[in-house]
């Protein structure tokens, strides 16, 4: 039973930095590429940032730059560094992994689990 667990969100200024983590569990993740997404009211939930099974990384246009996805396949952890936040940055965020093993980083449609989420807001 594969179960995400986000944390780390909180209020910042604008401009200041937040690091959410992810603690994953219930199966090998070595073999799935693993994700962040977010969702701020009345909108749709986009990506934000995802790395492969391989290494391989993928970030759209709106955070590329201020954003990093990193993990740590032994304590089972994925991270989202956010630097120089801004108020359009104010969404819950969520942590996800693909159904599939051994997809690309781009391959956005095979998400398939998704952690509970943590609020992140950025204050002008």
């Known amino acids: 039973q594969v179960q995400l667990v986000e944390s780390g969100g909180g209020l910042v200024q604008a401009g200041g930095s937040l690091r959410l983590s992810c603690t994953a569990s219930?199966?090998?993740?070595?073999?799935?590429?693993m994700g962040w997404f977010r969702q701020a009211p009345g909108k749709e939930r986009d990506f934000v940032a995802t790395?492969?099974?391989?290494?391989?990384?993928f970030y759209p246009e709106s955070v590329r730059g201020r954003f990093t996805i990193s993990r740590d396949i032994k304590k089972k952890m994925v991270y989202l560094q956010m630097d120089k936040l801004k108020p359009e940055d104010t969404a819950v965020y969520y942590c996800?992994?693909?159904?599939?093993?051994?997809?690309?980083?781009?391959?956005?449609?095979?998400?398939?689990?998704w952690g509970q989420g943590t609020q992140v807001t950025v204050s002008s």
């Open positions: 996800a992994t693909m159904r599939d093993p051994f997809m690309g980083a781009q391959d956005l449609e095979d998400f398939a689990f």
């Open positions: 219930g199966r090998d993740f070595r073999k799935y590429s």
């Open positions: 790395i492969s099974w391989a290494g391989g990384y």
